[in-house]
């Protein structure tokens, strides 16, 4: 009922996905990610237990095909799940159970994978493959978004269009981005505009930030209300 893109930058060392759905709030139960492992998108009937337990599969070593196999033995509904991966390496593998709605089935090229079901046609994924590889000199986030739009105008969900979601996750914990529209008539399109508020609004802050490497983040009074002022040139911290 979904299609989707995973994928990893092996450059940034960055693993993203981005999922779009006729269906309410796709974000909350497809995308699984984690830092320096691997990128997990479990769809159709979603069972999110797969997604943690393929990325604890890949973390153990196991390829992204034996870490899937693993997964989905214990499960005994595998026939109605789709769900694609993709490792530190930029291995792939991905399944489609053989209960899951036509058109579904997946592609996959050098780290990353597109798969869907419940799709309008087959040529959704192979032009969100096709254009995510000619994007290739856009911003992964740009791309993943971008891709997703030109496999909608192919045809799409074949039941319409409600939901988008985009995470991306670097070297911390957390993802650095996390968007969601869980019901628009245009979610991509939303989408899109969402990722250009947090290039305008949230990157420029993410320097700053808690993070492995300074655990406290940015903690001097004056650097942080300088960072407001243009916005908000009245907020003071209290000293």
Aim: with cysteine; glycine share 12%.
């Amino acid at each position: 009922m979904t299609w989707s893109i995973v994928a990893h930058d092996v450059a940034s060392g960055a693993f993203a996905v981005a999922v779009t759905t006729c269906n309410l709030a796709v974000g909350a139960s497809c995308p699984f990610l984690r830092s320096g492992v691997g990128a997990v998108s479990t769809q159709s009937l979603s069972n999110r237990y797969l997604g943690p337990a393929v990325l604890d599969g890949l973390a153990r070593g196991l390829s992204p095909q034996l870490a899937l196999d693993t997964a989905l033995a214990g499960d005994e509904g595998r026939g109605l799940r789709q769900i694609h991966v993709v490792d530190r390496h930029g291995r792939t593998a991905s399944h489609t159970g053989a209960n899951c709605v036509e058109w579904c089935g997946g592609v996959a090229g050098d780290g990353f994978s597109v798969a869907g079901n419940m799709l309008a046609n087959g040529s959704v994924v192979d032009d969100t493959a096709e254009a995510f590889v000619r994007l290739w000199d856009e911003p992964l986030p740009e791309r993943l978004v971008e891709a997703l739009q030109v496999g909608q105008a192919t045809g799409g969900d074949r039941r319409g269009r409600q939901s988008a979601a985009l995470m991306v996750i670097g070297a911390e914990d957390f993802p650095d981005i996390n968007l969601r529209v869980d019901d628009h008539a245009e979610p991509l399109v939303e989408l899109s505009r969402l990722l250009g508020l947090w290039r305008s609004q949230a990157e420029p802050g993410l320097a700053g930030r808690p993070c492995r490497a300074n655990p406290a983040g940015q903690t001097d009074l004056d650097a942080i209300e300088a960072g407001w002022r243009s916005r908000w040139p009245d907020l003071r911290l209290r000293r």
